[in-house]
């Protein structure tokens, strides 16, 4: 772990951000590095919903979250304003630990599109039934996938 990250165990990260099965990490700055104490701890199966809204996590940080066992109770999960391109997506799009997530939040990342269409044809995310990825962009799986922009 570098010297540039402020959380020194899971604890420091868990404490008052913790509501029941609700993880709330909104604004926090984490960054992959900080991130792996979470994807470590056992603690992470109590979590059904998952707050990451405007962290620094990148796509080597959603690479590794995709790969943490301990994430397989995830029904939310928010990504928004995490530095996650189309790559990330992709390392989403094939997680074997999130077979139970129905809504995923997108917005403010650099998508092209790529990772949208690794999205839409996962074989993985079978619960995943609506994202978000940008304003006014939801797409919801209703006999195959659709986008509705919201006025």
């Not at 993880?23 to 707050?51: C, H, V």
């Amino acid at each position: 772990m570098s010297e540039n990250c402020r959380f020194k165990s899971v604890e420091e990260i868990f404490e008052g951000r913790l509501r029941g099965n609700q993880l709330m990490l909104s604004g926090k700055g984490l960054s992959f590095e900080e991130a792996r104490l979470l994807w470590q701890a056992p603690k992470m199966m109590e979590i059904s919903w998952l707050d990451l809204d405007d962290n620094n996590l990148g796509d080597l940080g959603v690479q590794e979250l995709v790969e943490c066992a301990f994430l397989e109770n995830i029904q939310y999960l928010n990504l928004n304003q995490n530095h996650v391109s189309d790559e990330g997506l992709k390392f989403l799009a094939k997680a074997k630990h999130l077979d139970k997530l129905k809504r995923l939040h997108l917005k403010g990342n650099p998508i092209q599109g790529e990772g949208v269409t690794a999205l839409f044809n996962s074989q993985t995310l079978e619960s995943l039934s609506t994202f978000q990825i940008n304003d006014g962009w939801t797409c919801k799986k209703r006999e195959g996938w659709r986008y509705k922009p919201q006025t």
